[in-house]
């Protein structure tokens, strides 16, 4: 069943959390005993060291050599660019929150797992073995690829064993709540996959850092792994960013849609890349990847007109603008995935900038945008504490916004100007200054929670 409804009516529940956000946001500190065990907070540091520190400015520095241009770009670049961001920083984050939100879906107390301080272990040995891989050489390199490999697909593994676990236990339960769950183990697929063709290239005697993951690796970790869990906590989430909404409505069709895409896009590996077959798969699994997001959108009422006075739960505005743009960029990505997936099936491969604009719509526009919106929501409430640094978060939009719109229009240089490249080579700053002005206030947030536990 999709929307059970004892479910539907939250009223008592929604006054509770107006009370509690209102007595935070006048600094009245509830007493410690009562407050929540920060399971996330290790794992929100790591997520925060990865991305602010390595993966975005990797990505930033790279994108800007590339369309100013400014240089060359080593070829592991943006390979380590993309692992760090899909599996470093929001995976490490999924990981995190898990432990919360799937315990506060079930209505049962939030308890450290005796599993969580190995998942993390596990999580950093992977993450630092595959950045000392890349400035390794020989032997040591293929070695420390393959113990990322591994450390990384045991975390995973070990996490998506305990995220099955728990959402079979939550009563009640919605369809909407198995996207967690594949989006548990697509991590850990994509990451099993990798390190068996890492290993296969040790073997063979060739370098690991030579291996190129196809579509399928991506499509595995993005759609699957980040956005089947996101979708999956939006549709539970959605009264704390919008009013009047009902959680957890066509499920079914939005874990039908982005699985099925992700399993196309893995039929899709059989054949050369420039093969018809190849690109017609790939085709279909992006019109079932915008089939989900259109239906998931709809779902959540994040398209829908919402009266300005109907401001869920008294929350500020900017969190619900988060969320907005989140959606906008997503409904924006569908336009892109759909003109792409028709062009494809009529024979004529679109430019590869739309395709490129596109990714970046959902990874960067909708992604981030609903990792800003969930922290500054989450955050203040596990940690009992009002958000640090409020105006970060105009920052972070305004520079988000900003970034989306400049990668955006990179497709111009296709049709207008090669200046709107050089516009666009700006894009990875301005992302990286939304995750900076993020990354601080939630990090002074979650010092300021540790702070009230030591009362």
């Known amino acids: 069943m999709d929307t059970p409804k004892a479910e539907e009516a939250s009223g008592g529940r929604c006054t509770t959390r107006r009370a509690a956000r209102e007595a935070r946001e006048q600094g009245i500190a509830p007493p410690s005993a009562s407050l929540e065990?920060?399971?996330?907070?290790?794992?929100?540091?790591?997520?925060?060291?990865?991305?602010?520190?390595?993966?975005?400015?990797?990505?930033?520095?790279?994108?800007?050599?590339?369309?100013?241009?400014?240089?060359?770009?080593?070829?592991?670049?943006?390979?380590l660019h993309a692992h760090l961001q899909i599996f470093g920083f929001a995976g490490v984050l999924i990981m995190g929150v898990a432990h919360h939100l799937i315990l506060r879906f079930g209505h049962r107390p939030i308890r450290r797992p005796a599993s969580a301080p190995w998942i993390l272990a596990l999580a950093?040995?992977?993450?630092?073995?595959?950045?000392?891989?890349?400035?390794?050489?020989?032997?040591t390199a293929s070695?420390?690829?393959?113990?990322?490999?591994?450390?990384?697909?045991?975390?995973?593994?070990?996490?998506?064993?305990?995220?099955?676990?728990?959402?079979?236990?939550?009563?009640?339960?919605?369809?909407?709540?198995?996207?967690?769950?594949?989006?548990?183990?697509?991590?850990?697929?994509?990451?099993?996959?990798?390190?068996?063709?890492?290993?296969?290239?040790?073997?063979?005697?060739?370098?690991?850092?030579?291996?190129?993951?196809?579509?399928?690796?991506?499509?595995?970790?993005?759609?699957?792994?980040?956005?089947?869990?996101?979708?999956?906590?939006?549709?539970?989430?959605?009264?704390?960013?919008?009013?009047?909404?009902k959680v957890?409505?066509?499920?079914?069709?939005?874990?039908?849609?982005?699985?099925?895409?992700?399993?196309?896009?893995?039929?899709?590996?059989?054949?050369?890349?420039?093969?018809?077959h190849a690109q017609t798969l790939h085709a279909l699994g992006d019109l079932a990847?915008?089939?989900?997001?259109?239906?998931?959108?709809?779902?959540?009422?994040?398209?829908?007109?919402?009266?300005?006075?109907?401001?869920?739960?008294?929350m500020d505005r900017t969190e619900t603008r988060f969320f907005r743009l989140a959606f906008a960029c997503a409904g924006l990505a569908v336009v892109g995935l759909s003109v792409g997936a028709a062009l494809t099936l009529a024979g004529a491969p679109p430019h590869g900038l739309l395709a490129d604009a596109t990714r970046h719509l959902l990874s960067v526009g909708?992604?981030?945008?609903?990792?800003?919106?969930?922290?500054?929501?989450?955050?203040?409430?596990?940690?009992?504490?009002?958000?640090?640094?409020?105006?970060?978060?105009?920052?972070?939009?305004?520079?988000?916004?900003?970034?989306?719109?400049?990668?955006?229009?990179?497709?111009?240089?296709?049709y207008l100007h090669g200046g709107f490249l050089r516009a666009a080579a700006l894009s990875g700053f301005l992302a990286w200054v939304a995750l900076l002005a993020w990354g601080l206030a939630v990090g002074l947030t979650m010092i300021r929670g540790a702070a009230l536990r030591r009362r």
């Open 248 to 276: 957890g409505r066509l499920g079914g069709a939005v874990l039908t849609g982005l699985n099925g895409g992700v399993f196309l896009a893995l039929l899709a590996e059989i054949w050369p890349p420039a093969s018809r």
């Open 366 to 414: 909708f992604l981030i945008g609903m990792i800003c919106a969930m922290g500054f929501r989450f955050v203040p409430v596990i940690e009992g504490v009002r958000i640090a640094v409020p105006r970060a978060r105009v920052v972070a939009f305004w520079a988000l916004a900003l970034a989306v719109l400049l990668r955006t229009a990179e497709m111009g240089a296709d």
């Open 124 to 139: 950093i040995l992977g993450l630092g073995a595959r950045v000392a891989a890349t400035m390794a050489g020989g032997a």
């Open 143 to 245: 070695g420390l690829w393959i113990a990322s490999g591994l450390a990384e697909t045991l975390a995973f593994g070990v996490f998506a064993a305990w995220v099955t676990a728990r959402v079979r236990a939550t009563e009640p339960r919605f369809t909407s709540d198995w996207l967690m769950v594949t989006g548990a183990w697509w991590f850990a697929v994509a990451l099993a996959v990798e390190t068996m063709a890492l290993a296969a290239a040790a073997a063979a005697g060739a370098d690991p850092a030579a291996v190129t993951p196809g579509p399928g690796l991506y499509a595995m970790g993005l759609y699957g792994g980040v956005f089947g869990w996101v979708l999956g906590v939006a549709k539970r989430a959605v009264p704390m960013f919008l009013s009047g909404r």
């Open 37 to 79: 065990t920060p399971i996330y907070r290790p794992f929100a540091l790591v997520a925060l060291v990865v991305t602010l520190g390595l993966a975005t400015p990797i990505g930033a520095i790279a994108l800007y050599r590339l369309f100013a241009p400014a240089g060359p770009v080593p070829m592991i670049w943006p390979r």
């Open 289 to 314: 990847v915008a089939i989900a997001f259109v239906v998931g959108a709809v779902a959540v009422g994040a398209w829908q007109r919402q009266p300005r006075r109907a401001i869920s739960l008294l």
